[in-house]
């Protein structure tokens, strides 16, 4: 019976979508499921999968905003010739 | 001082409800907080209570998403003759 | 299928207990099960309940750790005459 | 790598504001990261702090939701002569 | 940048193991993290994965502790003729 | 009354050390109740801060459990001349 949270930002990794799709979203409670399943025996019908979509000025990395803090990465990422 | 997270699906269980009503909740939150009060002596007074309302398609059961695992096992349910 | 998680502090309020005895974890594990299927009819079959219990020195309140808060309070505390 | 959740009630505390303004998360993830820093050593760039913001009816303490509880609290503060 | 908790009971479901094994807990760690990437195409360098085991004492089911949930299942299972 | 939940590797971090020290968690939690009284107003004495300590094989980033990830990013960082 494992409890699995997955947090991650509220936005779209695919085309159009502005946050985590439905399919997504069962993509990642199936593949959790199945990886407790596989690496400990856990059975699927008593593991929960709870999904948190955090708002992206809610989520904070290197002391910024993650928006901001991309920003600063990029901007450090060296540029090609 | 108990800290206690309630996380419950976003549906309505009362007559008309989409999600959890008010009442609900108050009730929720008055039931904890005695019952940490007769189990363990813990004053309501630093008793937090927090309920988080997820979202139906962002909680998973059985390896889907709970709609589908819901619908699944009511299939799967004997019929009466 | 609610899923619940309480943490408290390890420490004992049974008599010459230093921590929650299985007898109170049971005791919240069935009276918060039976809460939120009296408010909420959710099934207990499918009703997490995790107890998590956290050092004295790992808890904060009054930005004090819990002891030297509870101190605190009770010099603060008028005395009886 | 420190992981950082901080709850609090959805509700404004700048003027105007009906929630916690995106300048007061900026300033908590700062002041979050560089105190993780400061007194562990943990590196800012893999410092997770993550803010959720709780609906008040979905907060409970002294066994009542947040807005019943701060009113008993002030209708029983002494009041001035 | 996903944060994925992973909660399970401490006991052992490798041979002669008493709780997760680190293998078992790399697994878990590796496959969440490959899993996120495919799915999401979140980098495996953001993503933190956190493994909470819990005193089986402390986790409820079924209004009950899980060793006496599983109990009760055992004996209403049916018996093979 | 924010509710505040740190989470860092079970290691030292002060000479001599394995864990964060109890002058460390006090540290950590005046640091936060001070910061979330001067960015939000909100009172010390309903604030909560817990501290976990997560055993370093359970703890992920990279897809490996952490010293894995620390040993192979050491490896990968350029030597100086």
């Known amino acids: 019976m ?13 085309p159009g979508a502005f946050s985590t799709t439905p399919e997504q979203k069962a993509a990642l409670i199936k593949g959790v499921s199945d990886l407790l399943f596989e690496v400990l025996g856990k059975p699927r019908n008593t593991t929960f999968v709870i999904i948190d979509e955090v708002e992206l000025d809610s989520w904070g990395l290197g002391g910024l905003p ?11 990422a060296p540029k090609d010739e």
Chains 1, 2, 3, 4, 5, 6 share one sequence.
Do not use: H, M, Q
């Not at 993650?66 to 450090?76: D, I, K, M, P, W």
């Open 66 to 76: 993650v928006l901001e803090y991309r920003e600063l990465v990029s901007r450090a």
């Open 2 to 14: 494992p409890y699995v949270n997955i947090k991650v930002t509220r936005e779209g990794t695919a």
